[in-house]
């Protein structure tokens, strides 16, 4: 079992930046894909990125394109979602996810292993 654990959400205003991190104490991280998804209240859950394994495939969904950029450390099993120029409909439970696969998904469903979602709030 693969346990992530979010942290790095918080409460920030219009225009800010955040950096959320996943940590994953195992060490086959480095074969996983991660993606960081997101839902607000009454949404369904949405993607926001994933990077693939090596970390030099990424993608992002168009809404935060040019404003998100995610990044892993394979040596110390931590994947980075940093937040620039935030807007008030980037506020959401964040969650991070693991896929036993090399490349991401935009499918949650195709996500094996989830952390507990971190808030992330933004402030108009």
């Known amino acids: 079992q693969v346990q992530l654990v979010e942290s790095g959400g918080g409460l920030v205003q219009a225009g800010g930046s955040l950096r959320l991190s996943c940590a994953a104490p195992?060490?086959?991280?480095?074969?996983?894909?991660m993606g960081w998804f997101r839902q607000a209240p009454g949404k369904v859950r949405e993607i926001v990125g994933y990077i693939a394994w090596s970390g030099v495939t990424t993608f992002y969904a168009n809404s935060v394109k040019g404003r998100f950029t995610i990044s892993r450390d394979n040596a110390k099993n931590t994947m980075f979602l940093q937040m620039n120029s935030l807007k008030p409909e980037d506020t959401a439970v964040y969650y991070c996810a693991a896929r036993s696969f090399r490349g991401g998904s935009t499918n949650w469903f195709e996500y094996d292993y989830w952390g507990q979602g971190t808030q992330v709030t933004v402030s108009s």
């Open positions: 195992e060490r086959t991280f480095s074969t996983y894909a």
